[in-house]
């Protein structure tokens, strides 16, 4: 009779239950009446198993609370949960959503030294390109990465809902905005490609500003790239003493042979400028490439190389130091002339360039099977009416979830 009075108590109560959720709300209500449900069906058989009315009792008291517990604090449950992995990182950053929990992860991976930290910026325009180079990354290294994503006000949801419904949603990154006005009024570009004054392109002289708790080592990567090599090896590449990153020159093989130009400083730099003749720059001196570099973020600090990149910039929009010559203007000769003898040399096939200077092909496919990271500079990009070796790209390109982005040439899912 204890029993069957029981199950009575369990029925009347939820007849209860069903007419208080009424107040509660759909969700309120379902959950409350799969509880009874279960209860009515399986409590012969917790009397069965436990053997006295109490210990059936106990057990319903404890579901009873945990039901209660996750319908009045749904957010309990999903932050226990997040507190068990904090090695792995998949939100925006406080710039994005004013999340402060995010700035203590982020704080944590940053000064791990297990972690491979790489920064890519992009804006509207290019925001393609960047979701394809970083799961080109994740699809060929087994080694933690801590992705450090910028890009314009305009791209920011579009990016985090980008990653977080694909296959990225698992990656470890932060998002934050570029603030535009940290180059306003700094930037002349004289030579015919106006897109390379857009405020992004600035964006990888600000890395101490835009990552305060970062030290150590960082990558830079365009992207306009493709990795296809395992990351942590070009992580691994030696900065000589004094040096103060790591490029790729640009006066040989390839680069020389689809430029058409020397690629030496007399192309990018106006040697007569009396500023730049100060720091007695031999005009043949080799340029290198700025869409992809080494560097220690703590030793940029130090050497104040912002500011000296700012210098550049700012003498720039009052008298030519750049920009007039063959090689154009741009982010990278204010590079060349701060990292002037300064620099090391990453390894050639981890960086092969020019893949976007002329619409046809610059190189076999044996040959680009073999390269580490493939560089599209130029004005033929992957994603682009007309490009060389597109079909590598398209291997990595996700579509975006939003229809906002489109590759040109033709349609990718």
Request: charged share 20%.
């Amino acid at each position: 009779m204890r029993r069957i009075g029981l199950l009575t108590s369990v029925i009347e109560l939820s007849d209860f239950a069903d007419g208080c959720c009424l107040r509660q709300g759909l969700r309120v209500r379902n959950c409350l009446r799969l509880f009874f449900f279960i209860c009515r069906s399986f409590v012969a058989v917790f009397v069965m198993a436990f053997g006295t009315i109490k210990k059936v009792a106990l057990v319903l008291v404890v579901l009873w609370i945990g039901t209660l517990c996750y319908l009045w604090f749904p957010n309990l449950l999903p932050d226990l949960v997040k507190s068990k992995l904090p090695n792995k990182l998949s939100l925006e950053s406080d710039h994005h959503h004013g999340n402060i929990k995010f700035r203590h992860v982020a704080a944590k991976l940053n000064e791990s030294k297990e972690v491979i930290h790489i920064c890519i910026t992009s804006d509207e325009h290019t925001i393609g390109g960047m979701i394809a180079l970083i799961n080109s990354i994740i699809s060929n290294t087994k080694s933690d990465v801590m992705f450090h994503l910028v890009t314009d006000e305009t791209s920011m949801d579009q990016l985090g809902i980008w990653i977080q419904k694909s296959k990225l949603s698992t990656i470890n990154y932060e998002i934050k905005k570029f603030p535009g006005n940290w180059v306003e009024g700094k930037i002349n570009v004289r030579g015919g490609r106006k897109e390379l004054g857009r405020p992004l392109n600035y964006a990888r002289y600000y890395l101490p500003k835009l990552f305060p708790t970062l030290n150590g080592k960082i990558i830079f990567i365009d992207d306009d790239c493709i990795v296809q090599g395992d990351i942590s090896e070009l992580y691994q590449t030696k900065v000589n003493p004094g040096h103060l990153a790591a490029f790729s020159e640009d006066c040989t093989g390839a680069a020389k042979r689809l430029t058409y130009m020397k690629n030496i400083y007399a192309d990018y730099i106006d040697v007569k400028s009396k500023h730049v003749q100060l720091m007695k720059i031999d005009p043949q001196e080799c340029a290198f490439n700025t869409g992809l570099f080494l560097t220690n973020i703590t030793e940029w600090r130090i050497h104040n190389i912002t500011q000296q990149l700012e210098y550049w910039m700012q003498l720039n929009t009052k008298e030519e130091v750049y920009g007039n010559e063959r090689g154009g203007g741009g982010s990278q000769p204010p590079m060349m002339l701060v990292f002037y003898k300064k620099f090391s040399k990453i390894p050639a096939m981890w960086h092969v360039r020019y893949l976007g200077w002329t619409p046809g092909t610059s190189y076999t496919t044996q040959f680009l099977r073999s390269a580490k990271l493939l560089h599209w500079n130029g004005r033929f990009k992957p994603w682009g009416r007309t490009s060389q070796h597109s079909e590598i790209w398209d291997k990595y390109f996700i579509a975006d979830p939003s229809h906002r982005f489109h590759p040109v040439r033709k349609a990718i899912v």
